[in-house]
């Protein structure tokens, strides 16, 4: 990749060069101890940079060192490395310029009768004033591309040319990073010249840092001119992570984005500062922790399976889960059993009641459930035993062969992770909760007109704001806002929930319906506290752009299923679908992902994705996105068909008419299979709801492997 070189150059290889060769990264030639070349197409003299992209046999014994000179002036020497690296020497570029190679050594190899110099893949020439992009200099590896980010490591110092060109988009600098390891164990120093402009704390894994060139001072009046930036990290990656790898690996580091956004600078760096305030470092831009973890909860969650009634792990919408064949056992140990009641989710393809449920110990019967369809928990009070407690979980049937077709496993239920608990008061909530959902569903087999039961779920508007204006372009706010005419501004809130009695009580789950961003809410951490306390779950949908130090701790930990929905995996389809506020929402999910490992793998993070023809093209790079942010699930959704939707606007240098964008029936099958095998390539879950468009919503997986 030769980022920032000059276009329009014409290399001849002149004496000392063998013959092309190819590995699976690319074409090279070996030199000899000396080679000399030609570039033509330089045009006029002046200063810049040349740059030999090159490496040794790794069964070389010693580093040979490089001289090199450019129409017979010296440009520098350096030691060889065995890795495919760069070096940049600072030259006066004629045209034509001649280029001569000199090694202090050469080696054989046996079989080989050449006598080996360096192996060379690209020598380029930069020009300071023409290059739009930064020019990596010594210090980096060749750059790879199967992350979300592009990406090159570093060693432990490297260094990079920011052009001029590159300069005048503005004073600050996006950088993705990646810091393997521990959390907090790498620092990474950047300078401009002689000035320190950023101490990093690194936090693990890939997160968005953002740099102030100028180093905090005011900008300079004058033209900005080419800058040298040193990254140095204060140790590398630790062993044990880097076993396979024999290069001297510090971070790795993504495209910098130069960009004059002051609101992004002060968000990113008020992120990572809010987040980490207890670690103050001095011109950091960057902590190294996730927010802090709530205190521990009374619940331990775990699924103890024993012996083999049961399949793998999987991962569903109500997130870990493991199929039962009819019959499983858990061995629950002492240390697990922090209270006298035990909550199982389960689920059952059944929906008449008619598979029944029976939980044993010791031979006796705890409760026998008829189990309802769908998930649900189930509840009962554990046996007084001293050592590991044994349950059996017995059912009276599998579940029917037609209902899985491409799954041809003996299914009977799916089992998730356990909750234990001490409360008398939840104890009574839970029963009371299983009687009045088993009461319901037998009120509708039976088509009763006059119902004794309460609603399992219950939709609430919580917030009627959104903080994305102009809205998104597929939006009926404006329609849907004066609908709601007086109670636009109607305040929903944990204390109205409590005040719906039984309609709160009974319900398993709250679904957010409202045209608005919930993560807003004044009082969420309340609302949050609520819904837990009383064991529900809420459904949340999310524009993305909420994330703040104080919402991500907020969700850490919590029942909440989350929907974020993107649409868009790259700035520029992000800005013909919403605006230009990407790379926070990238930061912010990165936060996320961080404070979900801190909360036991909560809230669930779902991923929604509708197609359309504006980001069609985003379909794989959504993959990998979810793999970097470590989501539950990627959700398909299609772009609902409206009778007269009349949206047409011009969005992000993109004319967005509604009715073009909607696919059809056949162009989704196709992205129903591509979804398929980027789930299988990037190991991320797919759940379709293209049901709503009559698609049938099979395991996305599943239906691309019976393909193949």
């Known amino acids: 990749m030769n980022r920032g070189a000059a276009t329009g150059l014409l290399l001849e290889y002149g004496e000392g060069w063998y013959a092309v060769e190819q590995d699976g990264t690319g074409p090279f030639r070996w030199m000899g101890r000396e080679a000399r070349c030609r570039l033509k197409g330089l045009g006029s003299s002046r200063s810049g940079w040349l740059r030999i992209t090159g490496g040794l046999w790794r069964a070389c014994a010693s580093a040979p060192v490089l001289s090199v000179s450019a129409n017979g002036a010296p440009a520098g020497h350096t030691a060889i490395s065995l890795d495919v690296a760069h070096r940049v020497f600072p030259i006066e570029i004629t045209d034509p310029l001649e280029i001569t190679l000199t090694l202090d050594r050469t080696f054989s190899v046996p079989g080989d009768l050449r006598a080996l110099g360096m192996m ?76 320190v402009i950023a101490r990093l704390p690194l936090r693990n894994g890939w997160h968005i840092y953002d740099l102030d060139l100028a180093g905090g001072e005011s900008a300079a009046a004058d033209e900005p001119g080419p800058v040298v930036l040193s990254f140095g990290v204060d140790h590398l990656a630790p062993s044990d992570w880097r076993a396979t790898d024999p290069r001297e690996l510090g971070i790795a580091v ?27 470092v001095d011109g950091a831009v960057g902590g190294a922790a996730v927010p802090a973890p709530a205190s521990e909860a009374d ?23 493991r199929w039962m064949r009819l019959e499983g056992r858990l061995r629950i140990a002492p240390r697990a059993r ?58 009276d049937k599998l579940t029917p062969a037609a209902s ?56 609430v508007d919580l917030y009627g704001k959104c903080n994305i204006s102009p809205a998104c372009v597929y939006c009926l706010w404006d329609r849907m806002k004066d609908l709601e005419g007086a109670n636009v501004n109607a305040v929903i809130d944990d204390r109205t929930l409590e005040s719906y009695g039984p ?36 459904e949340l949908s999310s524009n993305g752009q909420a ?16 929907y974020v929905s993107l649409d868009a995996a790259s700035a520029e389809t992000y800005a013909r679908l919403r605006n230009e506020q990407w790379d926070e929402i990238l930061s912010g999910l990165l936060f996320l992902r961080e404070a979900r490992r801190r909360g036991g793998g909560r809230p669930l993070l779902n991923m929604v994705f509708m197609p359309m023809r504006a980001n069609r093209q985003d379909l794989e790079a959504y993959f990998k996105l979810c793999r970097l ?72 997986r599943a239906r691309w492997r019976a393909t193949q």
């Open 338 to 395: 922090r209270g006298r009641f035990c909550v199982i989710p389960i689920f059952t393809a059944f929906r008449d009641l008619s598979q029944e449920l029976t939980i044993l110990a010791d031979g006796l019967v705890l409760a026998a459930f008829p189990l309802m369809k769908g998930w649900n928990k189930y509840t009962l009070a554990l046996p007084d035993v001293s050592g590991d407690l044994v349950l059996t979980l017995r059912v």
């Open 120 to 195: 060379v893949r690209a020598i380029d020439v930069f020009l300071p004033e023409d290059a739009t992009e930064p020019l990596d200099a010594e210090g980096w590896y060749e750059w790879e591309r199967h992350e979300y980010f592009p990406f090159r490591w570093m060693g432990r110092d490297a260094r990079l040319i920011v052009p001029s060109r590159l300069r005048r988009r503005g004073r600050f600098a996006g950088l993705p990073v990646l810091a393997p390891g521990e959390t907090g164990h790498q620092i990474l120093t950047v300078s401009n010249e002689d000035q």
């Open 299 to 321: 619940e331990f969650r775990d699924l103890p399976i024993d012996g083999d009634g049961w399949y793998g792990l999987e991962t569903g919408e109500e997130g870990p889960f």
């Open 547 to 562: 994330f703040t130090a104080r919402t991500v701790r907020a969700l850490s930990g919590r029942p909440v299923h989350l």
């Open 254 to 280: 993504g495209e910098l984005d130069v960009h004059d956004d002051r609101r992004r600078h002060d968000y990113v760096c008020r992120f990572h500062r809010d987040a980490e305030s207890d670690r103050p």
């Open 404 to 459: 899985h077709p491409i799954d041809l496993r003996d299914l009977g239920i799916r089992v998730g992770a356990l909750a234990f608990h001490d409360d008398d008061a939840r104890q009574e909530r839970e029963l009371f909760i299983q009687e009045n959902l088993a009461r319901s569903q037998r009120e509708l087999q039976e088509g009763a007109t006059v119902l004794t039961s309460f609603p399992s779920s219950l939709g």
């Open 629 to 700: 942010v470590e989501a539950d699930a990627l959700v398909l959704r299609p772009l609902l068909r409206l009778e007269d939707p009349d949206i047409v606007t011009e969005r992000g240098g993109y004319r967005f008419d509604y009715e073009r964008e909607l696919l059809g029936r056949d162009e989704l099958e196709t992205i129903l299979v591509d979804a398929g095998r980027f789930a299988e390539q990037y190991d991320v879950n797919v759940r379709s709801q293209f049901d709503f468009g009559k698609i049938d919503p099979q395991n996305v």
């Open 503 to 538: 309609f709160f009580s009974s319900v398993l789950t709250l679904v957010n319906c409202s045209f608005g961003e919930p993560l807003l809410h004044p009082r969420l951490e309340q609302i949050l506290d609520l819904i837990e306390r009383h064991g529900k779950t809420v």
